[in-house]
């Protein structure tokens, strides 16, 4: 492909960077063909969160969630080399509607279940081979995931999560979010988009926050369309737990 619109990296375990994705799928339908060009990337929230004890920080739930996103970006690499972007562009849609569109598989929202069984049906609706589920434990794929989760927080600095998007690269800006708990209605989304990119690409632009959020408008967190989730305090990104023992 040639230059995109926006490179958007993405952990495929993650709701707002799922909800974002939608948003953005929005827009580029609404631009229509050739109009909104995506480039799928990858950042890997457990290798992310290396250095962090899981218990400490975090639900109970995150640490098979975040090790699970990690086993399917593994997958989705693999994919890319074979397939290109269009698959990554599939794969993640049909993990994202099977890992966030129902209730959860797993412990939790943030963990889904057996990552075999859901990557072999994602594999199936998405129309790529049945084989690369073999890649959920390709090891040598680590080193180039740490490598594009690093080319993420170099363009952002380091306090940030998922998803992350870097709009007309490669000078353009990048940025952390929109983070969402729902996803803008049809005829708001390109408006929307654009007032985020305004904002973002003015030079002097450095952040815009808040740490209180709706849970994410998803099945997978018990919300269902049209309603509205609990705000929690996300504090450091994260519904964490508590800040360091001792």
């Known amino acids: 492909m040639g230059a995109p619109d926006v490179r958007f990296w993405f952990d495929p375990v993650c709701p707002f960077a799922w909800l ?3 948003w953005v799928r929005s827009v580029r ?3 229509g063909p050739g109009g909104f060009a995506v480039e799928w990337r990858f950042i890997s929230l457990r290798l992310l969160n290396a250095h ?3 218990d400490a920080h975090f639900p109970p739930e995150y640490e098979a969630g975040h090790t699970a996103g990690l086993r399917l970006l593994r997958v989705c690499a693999q994919v890319r080399d074979d397939h290109g972007n269009d698959g990554v562009d599939a794969l993640y849609d049909a993990l994202g509607r099977r890992t966030f569109d129902s209730p959860p598989a797993g412990s939790g929202p943030g ?4 990552p075999a069984a859901l990557l072999t049906d994602a594999l199936a609706a998405a129309g790529l081979p049945a084989g690369l589920v073999d ?3 390709d090891t040598d794929r680590d080193a180039q995931l740490q490598a594009e989760t690093d080319e993420a927080l170099a363009l952002t600095g380091k306090d940030v999560g998922t998803p992350i998007l870097h709009v007309a690269p490669p000078e353009g800006a990048a940025f952390f979010g929109p983070v969402i708990s729902r996803v803008p209605a049809e005829e708001d989304a390109v408006r929307l988009w654009e007032h985020v990119v305004g904002l973002a690409t003015f030079p ?3 952040e815009l926050k808040r740490s209180l959020r709706e849970q994410p408008q998803l099945r ?5 369309d049209g309603a509205v989730g609990v705000q929690e305090d996300w504090h450091a990104g994260s519904r964490r737990l508590r800040e360091d023992k001792g």
């Open 20 to 22: 974002t994705s939608r």
């Open 29 to 31: 339908a609404q631009r």
């Open 52 to 54: 962090v004890d899981y």
């Open 111 to 114: 963990d889904p279940g057996d």
């Open 135 to 137: 890649h959920l434990d």
């Open 204 to 206: 002097g632009f450095a």
């Open 220 to 224: 997978s967190f018990g919300v269902g």
